[in-house]
């Protein structure tokens, strides 16, 4: 299998960003980097074209460095309440999971900011109330904080099983049977 060197021109994921010369291999470059815009071959006039990628580069990356703080702030500011229901013995029906949490901070802020599910640190789903720490990596340099309070509210009653659909007497054969007798 033959390799070749490409400039990105775009982020690609498990790859590389902007101005990365990476080796990869030549139909992976030439059936999915090039035609997509991702990548330029890497010659000696691409590479004099680097200097303006790293430029793209370093000022995406400032922006999003940027956004991420004032989210953070904002974040950090928040103090959410969520209600889990739990019977008798305190024993929870559900949990809170980060996608739960993700609705509610964007409820929260107002619905204008999407939070990543995937970038809430959650080592498992809350299912016990009280107060808790939950902490959300927005950028690789900026984490957020946002205190959770979770109230429980014991119902006493367990979510109603589903009845198991009931079977006529005999099986299929019977069925059968009846069909043919009458």
Do not use: W
């Amino acid at each position: 299998m033959s390799f070749t060197k490409v400039i990105l021109t775009a982020k690609v994921a498990n790859l590389g960003a902007e101005a990365d010369i990476v080796r990869v291999r030549s139909g992976y470059a030439r059936n999915y980097l090039f035609p997509r815009g991702f990548a330029m071959e890497s010659s000696k006039a691409a590479e004099r074209r680097l200097n303006a990628l790293k430029g793209q580069r370093a000022e995406r990356e400032a922006k999003e460095l940027n956004e991420s703080e004032d989210l953070a702030r904002k974040i950090n500011k928040l103090k959410i309440t969520m209600d889990l229901a739990t019977g008798e013995q305190g024993k929870a029906f559900g949990s809170i999971t980060a996608a739960d949490l993700a609705e509610k901070i964007k409820s929260e802020l107002g619905g204008k900011v999407e939070i990543d599910r995937h970038k809430i640190v959650l080592e498992h789903p809350i299912k016990t109330g009280g107060e808790h720490e939950i902490t959300i990596k927005l950028h690789h340099d900026v984490t957020a904080t946002v205190r959770l309070t979770v109230r429980t509210s014991g119902s006493g009653e367990a979510p109603a099983p589903e009845a198991p659909e009931e079977k006529p007497e005999g099986g299929f054969k019977a069925k059968v049977k009846a069909k043919h007798t009458k």
